[in-house]
């Protein structure tokens, strides 16, 4: 195993607080941006359209239908636990060799794109996971046993695997030709010296 390059670690924690710093400041709008889309995604599956979502003052994103009872609770979703994987994105981006080159910057572009297309799909699979499980004998009148466990494990598989597996996934696919590891044949040979 290589030792750990103390500029790499250095490039990465300075990548990881500039992507906090620009996660903090831009959550409100992002947050608003996702919720819209969430809605739109779900509202092509509902007839009539019914799921509204709102950022509300707390910073969550509160879950409406027009068929609830005015005079209940509305749900709500922290959206930032389903998308702070932007900030793991950033650091291993920021840790390449060649940080600010024009394909490293061109591929955490496209990758932070993607991974904003996943964050919708969080989103929407967290709402549903609410409508199938978290809404009493309404959830069990309106959907089936299977429905409920493929979206409560979807819900659970995106927040416990797919968050992380895809911020590495992107950065693997996009990361620049430099960062890639060394063909096994030259490493056997690296090892025998």
């Known amino acids: 195993m290589p030792p750990l390059a103390w500029r790499t670690a250095l490039r990465a924690l300075a990548g990881f607080a500039a992507g906090l710093a620009i996660y903090v400041a831009l959550t409100p709008l992002y947050d608003r941006l996702i919720a819209s889309m969430a809605e739109k995604t779900l509202n092509v599956f509902e007839s009539p359209n019914i799921t509204r979502l709102h950022r509300a003052d707390d910073g969550n994103v509160t879950v409406d239908r027009r068929d609830f009872d005015p005079k209940s609770k509305r749900p709500g979703i922290p959206l930032r636990d389903l998308?702070?994987?932007?900030?793991?994105?950033?650091?291993?981006?920021?840790?390449?060799?060649?940080?600010?080159?024009?394909?490293?910057?061109?591929?955490?572009?496209?990758?932070?794109?993607?991974?904003?297309?996943?964050?919708?799909?969080?989103?929407?699979?967290?709402?549903?996971?609410?409508?199938?499980?978290?809404?009493?004998?309404?959830?069990?009148?309106?959907?089936?046993?299977?429905?409920?466990?493929?979206?409560?494990?979807?819900?659970?598989?995106?927040?416990?695997?797919?968050?992380?597996?895809?911020?590495?996934?992107?950065?693997?696919?996009?990361?620049?030709?430099?960062?890639?590891?060394?063909?096994?044949?030259q490493r056997r040979r690296r090892g025998k010296k």
Do not use: C
Request: charge should be neutral; aromatic fraction near 18%.
């Open 83 to 185: 998308t702070f994987n932007f900030v793991l994105l950033t650091a291993l981006f920021a840790a390449s060799k060649q940080t600010f080159s024009d394909r490293n910057i061109g591929g955490f572009l496209v990758a932070a794109l993607i991974l904003s297309i996943t964050h919708v799909l969080g989103a929407v699979t967290e709402v549903m996971s609410i409508y199938v499980a978290k809404l009493g004998m309404w959830s069990t009148v309106n959907y089936s046993d299977f429905e409920r466990n493929a979206w409560g494990v979807a819900s659970h598989f995106y927040r416990l695997v797919f968050m992380y597996a895809i911020a590495f996934a992107l950065w693997w696919v996009f990361r620049g030709p430099d960062d890639a590891p060394p063909p096994l044949r």
